[in-house]
């Protein structure tokens, strides 16, 4: 009878898997996953980003797993405010946290930017997505710039003013300026040199702020191009022959961002380069301190060129700086912040037999390329939104 019984205890232990080949081994750990999230700045002091970590199942342990940033385009303390060791616990039978990351909020125009919230050191769970990416996602309009630097004295011994642009907006002037819009095709795809921007009139490339007109290259797509910018031109509206021309701006920076001010006959006799052009200011902006000036001329199909060149002190995006010309008869000088820094004289010119051309009326051209021949492409280093903003444009006679 004991032996039966002894029998039937064991039977009835293995039956019930306490032991016999039984498992007590615990189940799979459930796993834990961050989510990408994505929310508007927005304009207060400011703004809560919540980002959500899920359990995979419920857990009748306490799980826990620690948080933290790491900067991609954003930067911490600058745009948002980073957490440091920082712990996350899901009570038993929870299986959805929030993190909740405070963004430093501000009216400034900027591009999207983005910061990783990364998992570590889980217990009593696994890591399955421990990676998120939180975009902070532009919605203002302001850009942040002061008004210092160099101002042009407002008026010359032996000249009068005959002409400003102020900028001060809302518009631009229609009576003196007009866009030029597309990417040049079919005549000059490109410009001539290869450009890789679409020109528009969108107000998100040329806009007013603060008494100052700002051309804004952006890197959207648009119209087959993966960037835009503007281009206004005063052709037929207001032409110029002879004077001093005073140009006041803060140039933007980057590998392949090409600033312009420059003028071209308004009734031209010949074709390019033989009507002539004259380039009061470029900049290439992996050279930030260099400003150009050049006559484009002679009998084609190249030009001939005769230029000059000043590097300031410091980047030319730092501040503004005047760009100016004095023009007469068969001679320009080019002048930074008032300092001459080169003289062409047609006496000077090999001309290859053409006419000297920069004795006729010309008009302005203001315009922000992205790419071409000169400044090369744009690289990983280059930020967008890039803006050129111009504070006056003075003519005296």
Not at 145 to 153: I, L, R, S
Not at 200 to 220: H, K, P, S, W
Not at 322 to 344: M, P, R
Not at 370 to 397: C, E, H, K, M
């Amino acid at each position: 009878m004991k032996h039966i019984l002894l029998a039937l205890i064991v039977l009835t232990s293995i039956a019930c898997g306490k032991g016999g080949g039984g498992d007590d081994t615990p189940g799979p750990r459930p796993s834990l996953s961050i989510e990408n999230f994505n929310l508007f700045e927005g304009t207060g002091t400011t703004t809560a980003f919540n980002v959500i970590v899920r359990l995979s199942v419920t857990s009748s342990e306490t799980v826990t797993v620690n948080y933290s940033t790491a900067d991609v385009t954003a930067k911490a303390t600058e745009d948002y405010t980073a957490p440091s060791n920082q712990t996350l616990t899901f009570a038993p039978n929870e299986t959805r946290k929030t993190i909740t990351i405070s963004i430093l909020a501000d009216d400034l125009r900027e591009s999207d930017e983005e910061f990783k919230v990364i998992l570590s050191n889980p217990v009593n769970a696994t890591i399955s997505a421990g990676t998120a990416v939180v975009a902070i996602r532009n919605d203002d309009t302001r850009i942040g710039f002061t008004n210092t630097g160099y101002d042009a004295p407002t008026s010359y011994a032996g000249y009068t003013r005959v002409w400003t642009d102020d900028f001060n907006g809302p518009v631009l002037d229609p009576t003196s300026w007009a866009h030029q819009n597309g990417d040049g095709c079919p005549n000059i795809c490109g410009w001539g040199n290869n450009e890789l921007e679409w020109y528009t009139n969108r107000a998100e490339n040329l806009f007013f702020q603060d008494g100052c007109m700002i051309i804004a290259a952006l890197n959207d797509g648009y119209g087959g191009k993966a960037y835009t910018s503007s281009k206004i031109l005063s052709q037929n509206l207001k032409s110029f022959k002879f004077g001093r021309i005073d140009f006041r701006a803060r140039l933007p920076i980057g590998k392949g961002i090409w600033p312009a001010f420059w003028m071209l006959p308004n009734s031209p006799s010949f074709g390019w380069p033989k009507s002539g052009e004259i380039d009061i200011m470029e900049n290439i902006g992996h050279l930030p301190k260099v400003t150009y000036g050049t006559l484009h001329y002679g009998p084609g199909p190249g030009s001939t060129q005769s230029n000059g060149s000043r590097t300031n002190s410091t980047n030319l995006s730092d501040e503004f700086h005047v760009y100016s010309i004095e023009w007469k008869e068969d001679q320009i000088k080019w002048f930074l912040d008032g300092q001459e820094f080169y003289t062409a004289n047609k006496s000077d010119m090999n001309l290859g037999g053409t006419e000297y051309p920069f004795n006729s009326e010309f008009f302005f051209i203001i315009n922000l390329a992205v790419g071409g021949n000169w400044p090369g492409s744009p690289d990983a280093s280059t930020v967008f939104p890039q803006f050129y903003i111009i504070d006056y444009l003075r003519v005296y006679q």
